[in-house]
Nanobody, 122 residues
Framework: QVQLVESGGGLVQAGGSLRLSCAAS????????MGWYRQAPGKQRELVAV???????NYADSVKGRFTISRDSAKNTVYLQMNSLEPEDTAVYYC????????????????WGQGTQVTVSS
């Protein structure tokens, strides 16, 4: 069984910073891409940032220059450093990872974390 556990959300004033973490655990064989998505009330879930196994990164235009995604492959963990936060960044942030495991006969599956709330006050 593979699990993703997020941490680091909270309440912050506009202009502040937060760092999200997401650790994958279980019978993992390999992790391909890891990423962060967010969903604001009344809106669809959207991609925030993704990092591949080769450490190639991609960001939503709305967060470029403010957010940085990184991963520690030894710890099966992905991070999202969020700076210069804006009220528009308020959302539930979800971690996602493409993982192959013994349980899936080494096929890639997408796993999601439970979500962590980020609230930015103006």
């Amino acid at each position: 069984q593979v699990q993703l556990v997020e941490s680091g959300g909270g309440l912050v004033q506009a202009g502040g910073s937060l760092r999200l973490s997401c650790a994958a655990s279980g019978s993992i064989f390999s992790i391909n891409a890891m990423g962060w998505y967010r969903q604001a009330p009344g809106k669809q879930r959207e991609l925030v940032a993704v990092v591949t196994h080769e450490n190639s990164t991609n960001y939503a235009d709305s967060v470029k220059g403010r957010f940085t995604i990184s991963r520690d492959s030894a710890k099966n963990t992905v991070y999202l450093q969020m700076n210069s936060l804006e009220p528009e960044d308020t959302a539930v942030y979800y971690c996602e990872a493409t993982i192959s495991s013994i349980a899936t006969f080494f096929k890639d599956y997408d796993y999601w974390g439970q979500g962590t709330q980020v609230t930015v006050s103006s």
